[in-house]
């Protein structure tokens, strides 16, 4: 069984560095580090920019189909590069339809689909944590009851991290703040960017989304609870 990925710069693979200009400071998406996690194959097809609409039309979803055999599952994940273009990507519209196409598809070859919501950006606003994605997260949750499709809640997940963190701690999911750690400086690009990930934060989410595979799959269901062990009178 293989794992695939479709989405955008936040679940893609790492550009080794070459944004920042040290190898010791990527920018990567999650989907770069699941592997470490699971067990099974993992084949990120997911690219910076992407949209629902660009993801197909520039032959990325063909290459994922083509490569689908029965018993895989598929991780979709798109949505900031989506509400860029509301004209012909809106929640409801565009970007619904698209995301219900690939479903189908996933299903047709007798695959699995599992939908994510966006993670969040890092933006923080006299200390609390904005919402940015608007009714984007609540489209792909719509999606997973009305197609019966589990969701991996990742906007609900990061804004927990980041909110658990706290505003200075978290920066070090970041390239700016990872930096700074080491006495590094970036540019001034990198220096606001508080969506694409380094290496700490694309395992941190990378990890939560690996749990949430396993489960879905039932490893540990079938394990002997150990609650009369634990339990005291």
Same mark, same amino acid.
Request: charged content about 25%.
């Given at each position: 069984?293989?794992?695939?990925?479709?989405?955008?710069?936040?679940?893609?693979?790492?550009?080794?560095?070459?944004?920042?200009?040290?190898?010791?400071?990527?920018?990567?998406?999650?989907?770069?580090?699941?592997?470490?996690?699971?067990?099974?194959?993992?084949?990120?097809?997911?690219?910076?920019?992407?949209?629902?609409?660009?993801?197909?039309?520039?032959?990325?979803?063909?290459?994922?189909?083509?490569?689908?055999?029965?018993?895989?599952?598929?991780?979709?994940?798109?949505?900031?590069?989506?509400?860029?273009?509301?004209?012909?990507?809106?929640?409801?519209?565009?970007?619904?339809?698209?995301?219900? &196409?690939? /479903?189908?598809?996933?299903?047709? +070859?007798?695959? %699995? !689909? =599992?939908?994510?919501?966006? @993670?969040?950006? $890092?933006?923080?606003?006299?200390?609390?944590?904005?919402?940015?994605?608007?009714?984007?997260? &609540?489209? /792909?949750?719509?999606?997973?009851? +009305?197609?019966? %499709? !589990? =969701?991996?809640?990742?906007? @609900?997940?990061? $804004?927990?991290?980041?909110?658990?963190?706290?505003?200075?701690?978290?920066?070090?999911?970041?390239?700016?703040?990872?930096?700074?750690?080491?006495?590094?400086? %970036?540019?001034?690009?990198?220096?606001?960017?508080?969506?694409?990930?380094?290496?700490?934060?694309?395992?941190?989410?990378?990890?939560?989304?690996?749990?949430?595979?396993?489960?879905?799959?039932?490893?540990?269901?079938?394990?002997?609870?150990?609650?009369?062990?634990?339990?005291?009178?």
């Amino acid at each position: 069984m293989t794992i695939h990925l479709a989405g955008d710069s936040t679940v893609a693979p790492t550009d080794g560095g070459a944004t920042s200009g040290r190898p010791d400071l990527p920018l990567l998406g999650w989907g770069d580090e699941l592997g470490r996690f699971m067990d099974e194959d993992v084949r990120n097809h997911a690219k910076g920019g992407a949209t629902t609409e660009s993801f197909r039309e520039e032959g990325l979803w063909d290459s994922l189909a083509g490569e689908l055999a029965a018993g895989d599952t598929v991780v979709i994940q798109f949505g900031h590069n989506d509400q860029k273009q509301p004209e012909t990507l809106s929640s409801g519209g565009g970007y619904r339809e698209r995301i219900t &196409a690939f /479903v189908a598809e996933v299903r047709a +070859a007798g695959a %699995v !689909p =599992v939908l994510a919501t966006s @993670v969040e950006r $890092r933006m923080f606003e006299d200390g609390a944590l904005r919402y940015s994605h608007g009714p984007y997260p &609540a489209e /792909v949750r719509s999606l997973g009851r +009305a197609l019966d %499709v !589990p =969701v991996v809640d990742l906007t @609900v997940f990061t $804004r927990w991290l980041y909110t658990w963190l706290g505003e200075g701690e978290s920066a070090a999911l970041f390239v700016h703040g990872a930096a700074a750690a080491i006495g590094a400086e %970036v540019d001034e690009k990198l220096g606001n960017d508080n969506t694409h990930y380094t290496t700490a934060g694309a395992a941190a989410v990378a990890r939560f989304v690996a749990e949430e595979l396993k489960a879905l799959r039932g490893v540990g269901d079938d394990e002997e609870p150990l609650g009369k062990w634990m339990v005291r009178p």
